[in-house]
């Protein structure tokens, strides 16, 4: 029973289960010492024929009890009896976790499948249905959702910024360019974006869903990762994603012309055989390639240097027990902010509040940068913040 409550522990990130566990370890350790002594007593008092002091009730009670007070939080913990959990069953832990509020929209009518940061702006940007959504950042008093840009056909998947540039990858494998109208920004009220590049990818690259961006170290334009997805038939059906690398175009207009990959990476390094390979989100962090699996619930970092696996990040567990929603994690987007204790963690001042804590408990000295991670839940409609640590080297974990 104890091993169960740590595993809910570790999948709901609740210390009160491993707290449970603990106890439930200290009393059986007690009742095996008590039950090892009342054996040897009575062995003694059979040997010299004694006919009193075999009896005991304190023992039974107590084990009794812990039975009892297992199996009670067992079910307290797997079946939701925390009054802090909301739609997706996840709940925040401070110092380590918060959800992003939004207002204005209808969760039937919101599904985040992708999100990156304007900090210049003062937004989060995501992607939902066929529009791109912006919400602000560091004003807790309007965390309305503004839609800023969309398509009239299509599902808008992922998102990144190069520059000035908004580009938005669409499951049908179109990319779009998307740029603010004004080039200032006063604070207060969300500027619209307007298209000005559109392009088809190459047909041989469909479904598309991650979109990422890496930087030329030569001063160029630098090029786009974004990934096909295809599903594998056989004994055990499963969706497979490949990596496409692209230039970044040039911006030519709305003519729909065709775009080519370079190349692509090599898929058989980047996901197991007997695993579901279907690419959900990617992000280049820090000379680091991130994919977010969304079918194996893990985002794995690859070295873009060597090609070397350098981080496996388990993805949370939505509270729901049949597990209805943990393939639900669509967009991911990871950035190093300022330490908590000099400068409130973020400019995003609910989630300053919310992660307190964050930085102090994942690095020793103050002054150390923490690194935040944005994650959207598709269904229920959610956006999550979490604290990031180093675990061994380039590894990380919430």
Known sequence: MAVLLFTLSDQNGDEGPRVNGFILIFVATFVSIYALAIYFRR????????????????????????????IGSILYYSMGGQAAYNGSGMYEVEGQCTTVPFTGISLLEFQPSDITIDRD???????????????KL???????????????????????LVDDLLFVVSEDSKLYAYKWKTNDWDGN???????????????????SEGIAFRPDENGGAGHLFISSTTTVEGANTKEVSLVHVFDVPPIDGLLETTLNPLYHLNEKLMYDDN?????GAMQIFEGILYVLYDNALIIRGFDLTSGVVVSDIKLPRVGYSDGKFDKQWEGMYMERVANASSTSLSTESSIASSLRGAAASSNSSAGQDQIMMYLTLDSPPEIWTFAMKHVNGKELSF
């Not at 004003?139 to 998102?159: A, F, M, P, R, W």
Request: charged letters at 25%.
């Open 43 to 70: 062995l003694y008092l059979m040997k010299r024929s004694k006919s009193y002091g075999y009896t005991d009730h304190f023992a039974p009670i107590i084990l009794t009890i812990a039975v009892l007070a297992g």
């Open 275 to 279: 695993a579901d390979g279907k690419i």
């Open 189 to 207: 009220n969300i500027d619209d974006m307007e298209m000005v590049g559109s392009w088809k990818l190459k047909k041989t690259v469909t479904s």
């Open 138 to 160: 560091d004003d807790d008093d309007d965390k309305s959702v503004h839609i800023v840009g969309g398509v009239t056909n299509g599902d808008l998947e992922g998102v990144v």
């Open 121 to 135: 702006r003062g937004v989060s940007i995501i992607a939902s249905n066929n529009q791109v959504i912006a919400i």
